[in-house]
């Protein structure tokens, strides 16, 4: 594990925390997401997907951060895709 790997990571994970603890801000500077609000809720769909959106992002920094992107990747392609990977 390298530390461009690991502070990278972190950043990333940052970034992920900011969207989520400023999801207000993001919602009223660039606007309502009309499929989320369709589909997650009336009053707080946006809002939600902006949250979603931001723990994503803190859970792929962190995968970045502890070098188990990768792991990760064939665990889901063959758990959930059933992709045969040697």
Do not use: C, P
């Not at 009309?34 to 995968?63: C, N, P, Q």
Request: aromatic content about 16%; overall charge positive; cysteine-free.
């Amino acid at each position: 594990m390298s530390f461009g790997n690991f502070f990278g990571g972190l950043l990333i994970a940052a970034i992920g925390f900011v969207i989520v603890w400023k999801a207000d801000w993001l919602l009223n500077n660039l606007g309502r997401i009309d499929w989320a609000d369709r589909h997650l809720g009336s009053e707080g769909g946006t809002r939600l997907m902006y949250k979603l959106i931001g723990i994503v992002i803190i859970f792929g920094g962190f995968l970045q951060a502890t070098n188990l992107g990768e792991a990760f990747a064939k665990w889901i392609a063959t758990s959930i895709f059933g992709a045969k990977i040697s």
